[in-house]
Nanobody, 125 residues
Framework: QLQLVESGGGLVQPGGSLRLSCAAS????????IGWFRQAPGKEREGVSC????????GYADSVKGRFTISRDNAKNTVYLQMNSLKPEDTAVYYC??????????????????WGQGTQVTVSS
């Protein structure tokens, strides 16, 4: 079974930071681009960021550019999303995804092979 296990979500005040982790099991993510997506209440799921298989190319949605940083540690089979200067509009369920290719389409996957379960991020005072 291929699985992505997420952690790091929670409640944070505006201006605060969180780091989300996405750990792969059942496969190595060395050859997969990894994307982060989010879905806010009443809205469609949207791409947030994507990193290619080797970690030397990244993309970010305009809404998070300059605040979020995606990174990966292939030795640990884990991808991270560092979220700084969080805003209430960042509140959403965040999902990681193993892309079907080794490279990204901008800040999202061309196609998704495996989804994580999602983790709630709530930004509120």
């Amino acid at each position: 079974q291929l699985q992505l296990v997420e952690s790091g979500g929670g409640l944070v005040q505006p201006g605060g930071s969180l780091r989300l982790s996405c750990a792969a099991s059942g496969f190595t993510l060395d050859y997969s681009a990894i994307g982060w997506f989010r879905q806010a209440p009443g809205k469609e799921r949207e791409g947030v960021s994507c990193i290619n298989s080797s970690g030397d190319s990244t993309g970010y949605a305009d809404s998070v550019k300059g605040r979020f940083t995606i990174s990966r540690d292939n030795a640990k089979n884990t991808v991270y999303l560092q979220m700084n200067s969080l805003k209430p509009e960042d509140t959403a369920v965040y999902y990681c995804a193993a892309c079907g290719r080794s490279y990204c389409s901008g800040y999202a996957c061309h196609n998704v092979n495996t989804w994580g379960q999602g983790t709630q991020v709530t930004v509120s005072s």
